[in-house]
DNA sequence: ACACGACTAGAACGAACGCTCTACCCAATA
DNA sequence: TATTGGGTAGAGCGTTCGTTCTAGTCGTGT
């Protein structure tokens, strides 16, 4: 029986390909890289996902759903103003990518656009990740004093900025637009208490 | 000789490209494709674009580039008070999406993030977009009476706000994000009056 | 000892990829 | 009329794609 810790193959592969879709999108990524980064073969990534391609790459967005939103969550928490708390947010995302070389933007954004209106299952996972990392901003602002309604409509405007800034910050190698988003948004949050 | 007005082989190929760009991004799309939609033969392609697919590319980017700024200010000339015509910019771009049956994007977000450290030809030439796009920002808002360096800090933010609410608009197959977007950016504007 | 299911291994399929190549058409010049 | 060259046409190159398939390994329960 395999240990409980040590990472089993499907879960190496899983990673492999969340890790390569964030690097270089859903289409650039073929199941043969896929199978040797995770030291795995072509026979057991369809053994894992009977459903091919789709299938991984769906299981794939889902966890980078979950990876962001544990880092999201993490720097809401650790600071208690919530302007500040998206200001922190931003500054963990530019030094992600700062760090890596400019290479791990957003896990899932590329194959969101890649999927839209062409994979439609791909789509809904990548929809239902934005919502979730939305739902994670809204709590904090409510839990803060903002109203539901407020809360709910700045949450889609904190990721969605946050979104593009990290695009932009990726193509022009500067971590000045997700510097900018994080003092833009708090000031607009702060301008509805 | 061919009249002037009507659209030759070559600018037909790059308007093909763009629009495939746009609703498919770069690595789904073939050479193959692009010369069906362009009414064109693949050597055609190849007389116009000795580079091959690089080249292509980067002259749909910037066709791309045109097209967008275009949009952008024709929407921010339209509409005098700054908040308010970055609203209308966002509204267009809503009205776009929905009547294209959430097909047409930003003509160029998912090739920026399909290129980005892995085509550096490319990457540079979505990266000069971005900055005219800012640039026309910027100047409505300078125009408008704001300081030179809070006018470009300004138009970083709007941008990628935009952006990024484009991309979750497609995705969510919503207008929502994008009227959100407009109606929060212009609060963020006018609190630095 | 045996059988079984979980998993690995990789050859091979047809299709599509980017790209090269040769042949050809045809209007503009000399 | 002869020549030239921009542009068109498409067969075919080697490679890679997603996927399928058969064979084999290995640990476990009986």
Redesign the interface.
């Known amino acids: 029986m395999r240990t409980k810790h040590e990472i089993g193959t499907r879960e190496r592969i899983v990673r492999a390909m969340s890790r390569l879709m964030q690097?270089?999108?859903y289409?650039?990524t073929g199941l043969k890289q896929i199978s040797q980064e995770a030291q795995a073969t072509l026979g057991s990534v369809y053994h894992f996902f009977p459903g091919g391609k789709t299938e991984l790459t769906i299981e794939a967005v889902r966890h980078g759903d979950r990876e962001f939103a544990d880092h999201l969550r993490a720097a809401l928490e650790r600071v208690d103003d919530p302007g500040q708390a998206i200001i922190a947010c931003a500054d963990d995302l530019a030094e992600g990518l700062r760090e890596s070389?400019?290479?791990d933007?957003c896990p899932i954004?590329?194959t969101?656009?890649?999927s839209?209106?062409?994979v439609p299952d791909i789509?809904r996972a990548?929809?239902e990740a934005?919502?979730n990392w939305r739902g994670l901003v809204s709590d904090k602002l409510r839990r803060s004093g903002f109203p539901e309604d407020v809360a709910g409509?700045?949450a889609?405007?904190v990721?969605?900025?946050?979104?593009?800034?990290e695009?932009?910050a990726?193509?022009?190698q500067s971590e000045?637009?997700l510097r900018?988003?994080g003092?833009?948004l708090a000031?607009?949050v702060d301008?509805y208490r």
Chains 1, 2 share one sequence.
Do not use: K, Y
């Open positions: 690097r270089q999108g289409e650039a070389g400019w290479l933007g954004t590329t969101a656009l890649e839209a209106g062409r789509q990548t929809e934005f919502a409509d700045l889609h405007t990721i969605n900025t946050l979104e593009g800034a695009m932009s990726q193509v022009s000045t637009p900018l988003a003092r833009h000031r607009l301008s």
